[in-house]
T-cell receptor, first 113, second 114 residues
């Protein structure tokens, strides 16, 4: 009964380093999303995908890339990490349809020094 | 563009009392959906309730209900019989477009006092 699993849960990077956050869902959902949450803010959409092999930009896409090579996985990459990317990252997934809630992972806390 | 406003940064409620968390929204879409999520101190996002703009009745889910006033563009969350475990951040969100994207408000921190 895993739902949405994010790896890793915590990570500390130095400025300029790269890394990939992995999101995996076992609910056969078509849609997947990456959000970031900063203190005092709600979640903001970084990128999303409406199906395997497709991705699109959200509200705050700069500095991030994504890939969805398999339906169940959605990867978020930081090519050259910056302190401004220090945040909590959430992955979510759902099925198409106006009343389908997004199911969230537990988040990844990322610090860039 | 869609926008969500939650005007109450923090709220206190006595255990077993009801509490209303405010949410107003702005959208030009004729059809839209509104969601409420709970985020406990442990950090996960928990779906609570959904209201569609064309739903005839206000949504209810157990102790949660929505006071949906379409003309006023408000979708306030009502929690009845508050419990200590209800202490958390609560986020209102509106669906943007047909691809399920959500726009979140900044949230309201609810504290339930024993």
């Amino acid at each position: 009964n895993a739902g949405v699993t994010q790896t890793p849960k915590f990570r500390v990077l130095k400025t300029g380093q790269s890394m990939t956050l992995l999101c995996a869902q076992d609910m056969n959902h078509e849609y997947m999303y990456w959000y970031r949450q900063d203190p005092g803010m709600g979640l903001r959409l970084i990128h999303y995908s409406v199906g395997e092999g497709t991705t699109a930009k959200g509200e705050v896409p700069d500095g991030y890339n994504v890939s969805r090579l398999k339906k169940q996985n959605f990867l978020l990459g930081l090519e050259s990490a910056a302190p401004s990317q220090t945040s909590v990252y959430f992955c979510a997934s759902n099925q198409p349809g106006s009343n389908q809630p997004q199911h969230f992972g537990d988040g990844t806390r990322l610090s860039i020094l | 563009a869609q926008k969500i406003t939650q005007t109450q940064p923090g709220m206190f409620v006595q255990e077993k009392e009801a509490v209303t968390l405010d949410c107003t929204y702005d959208t030009s879409d004729p059809s839209y959906g509104l969601f409420w999520y709970k985020q406990p101190s442990s950090g996960e996002m928990i779906f609570l309730i959904y209201q569609g703009s064309y739903d005839q009745q206000n949504a209810t889910e157990g102790r949660y209900s929505l006071n949906f006033q379409k003309a006023r563009k408000s979708a306030n969350l009502v929690i009845s019989a508050s419990q200590l475990g209800d202490s958390a951040m609560y986020f209102c969100a509106i669906e943007r477009g047909s691809q399920g994207n959500l726009i979140f408000g900044k949230g309201t921190k609810l504290s339930v006092k024993p």
